[in-house]
């Protein structure tokens, strides 16, 4: 009886020739010093007490309110030239005053000067009142001059009047106080404007203002 033999091959690739190493490096976990951990929750605390003075300093420092001249209404102008040159004057204002503070505003009076070529016409003042925290008021006021009597200035006064147009200078300043806990801050602000007004058509054709 023939027997059969099974033979079994192996095969073997062979190697590279520059086979490549492969370094793995183990790294130790990191447990910082009692001396950095100081300097860290040091740091951190520093970081806060700044963040804190920086939002306080925001929230309490007592800023001056600003005030605009939200409205100017002229109610009639007028030059008499007998018995001798007089002006009849009157304006309509409305006075917007910004409180910026996180604390409520009370002011005294609100005054408003008109000028004529940097000498004042009239004046005259408002009533006091509050204005809230992060808030604004409107405050109106009219100015009456009847019979001014305009010597300094008659010659450009004259001149103006030929043109049609007459510049006026209003002068708008509040003065409150800012109630900040048991303390009493004062404050204050001030609006000056140029206005030109046709005494044609009774109206404002120009008008420039710039805070002080």
Do not use: W
């Amino acid at each position: 009886m023939a027997s059969t033999k099974n033979d079994y091959y192996v095969v073997y690739a062979p190697l590279p020739p520059n086979p490549t190493a492969q370094n793995v490096v183990v790294l130790p976990y990191y447990h910082p010093t009692p001396r950095r951990r100081r300097l860290i929750r040091h740091c951190l605390i520093g970081s806060t007490c700044l963040l804190l003075l920086s939002l306080s300093i925001y929230f309490l420092y007592p800023y001056d309110p600003t005030i605009q001249l939200a409205r100017v209404r002229l109610n009639r102008v007028r030059v008499n030239s007998s018995p001798k040159l007089t002006l009849d004057l009157s304006f309509s204002l409305t006075v917007k005053v910004h409180n910026r503070d996180f604390f409520s505003l009370d002011y005294d009076a609100l005054d408003v000067s008109v000028g004529y070529r940097g000498r004042e016409l009239g004046f005259v003042s408002s009533q006091g009142g509050r204005v809230r925290a992060r808030a604004s008021s409107y405050v109106n006021a009219t100015l009456d001059l009847d019979g001014l009597v305009v010597i300094h200035d008659v010659f450009y006064l004259l001149e103006d009047l030929a043109k049609g147009v007459i510049p006026f200078e209003t002068d708008t300043q509040v003065n409150g106080v800012l109630g900040f806990f048991f303390f009493k801050i004062p404050l204050k602000a001030r609006v000056s404007c140029e206005m030109y007004v046709n005494i044609n058509n009774q109206t404002i054709v120009h008008q420039d203002c710039y805070p002080e």
